[in-house]
C-alpha cells in the first residue's frame, strides 16, 4: 500500500476514535448506576475557586475531555494532508509525521494506564500505520 493509503485509513480511525471520545464526554452525566451517579453529582456540584473563576472537577474533566477531541481532530487533519502532499514532497512528509507518530505512542500508552482496549487498539492502529508510512517514505527518497 502507498503512504497516502496508509495515512488516510489512520485518520479515518483516529476520526472514529475522535467520534467515540465525543459521544463519551457528552455522555458522561448519564450514570448507569447510583455508585457513578453519587460521584458525577459531587464532581459537578462542589465548586471551588480557580484562578478567578467557579470551577468544579466535573467542568474539568469534561473541558478536558472536549480538548482530547480537538487534538485528535487535529491530527486527522495532519495525517490526511500529509498524505497528500507525501507523493511530492516524501522527505518532508516523513519528517513532519514523527511527531504525529510520538502523539500516537503517547496517546496509546495513556489509554493503557487509564481507559480501555478500543481506545488503545485504535491509537496503535493508527501508530503503525503511521510508522510504515514513514519508512515507506524515507525509502522512496533512498531509491
Known sequence: MKPKLLLRIAAIII???????????????????????ELIKQMIEQKFNFMGKSASMGSFYEGFGYASTIAMLLVVSILWIIGTAAEKNASLSAKLLWPIAAFLFLLGIDE?????????????????LTVVSIFKLNKSTNV
Open 112 to 128: 493503557i494506564i487509564y481507559f480501555f482496549p478500543l481506545a488503545v487498539a485504535f491509537s496503535f492502529i493508527a501508530l503503525l
Open 15 to 37: 476520526f472514529l476514535h475522535a467520534i467515540g471520545h465525543t459521544m463519551g464526554v457528552y455522555t458522561w452525566k448519564d450514570p448507569n448506576s447510583q455508585v457513578p451517579g
